[in-house]
Nanobody, 124 residues
């Protein structure tokens, strides 16, 4: 069984930067990458960034392009989300998820295992 643990979320002011980490233990037969989702109260859980283990292809939601950078450390089975110029609308619980399908996907159904989430709060 795969286990994902996020860390790094905290309260920051608008314009600040944070780096979230997603550490993974265990593997599955179909582990093609990671996605960072976020969910604010009353809203759906949406993919903000994704990365593939092989090749390092990335995806970014339009709302975070130019501000967020996803990266990976294959040897450590860890992915990161560098978040710069944070805005209040970035406030959410951020979840790391394991992508179980080969193609990059925005759909939550492609991500079988999820971390517990880490809270990011951006004040104005």
């Amino acid at each position: 069984q795969v286990q994902l643990v996020e860390s790094g979320g905290r309260l920051v002011q608008a314009g600040a930067s944070l780096r979230l980490s997603c550490a993974t233990s265990g593997r599955t037969l179909s582990d093609y990458g990671r996605g960072w989702f976020r969910q604010a109260p009353g809203q759906e859980r949406d993919l903000v960034a994704g990365i593939s283990w092989h090749g390092g292809e990335t995806y970014y939601a339009d709302s975070v392009k130019g501000r967020f950078t996803i990266s990976r450390d294959n040897a450590q089975n860890t992915v990161y989300l560098q978040m710069n110029n944070l805005k209040p609308e970035d406030t959410a619980v951020y979840y790391c998820a394991s992508r179980q399908r080969f193609p990059m996907s925005q759909s939550a159904v492609a991500y079988a295992y999820w971390g517990q989430g880490t809270q990011v709060t951006v004040s104005s």
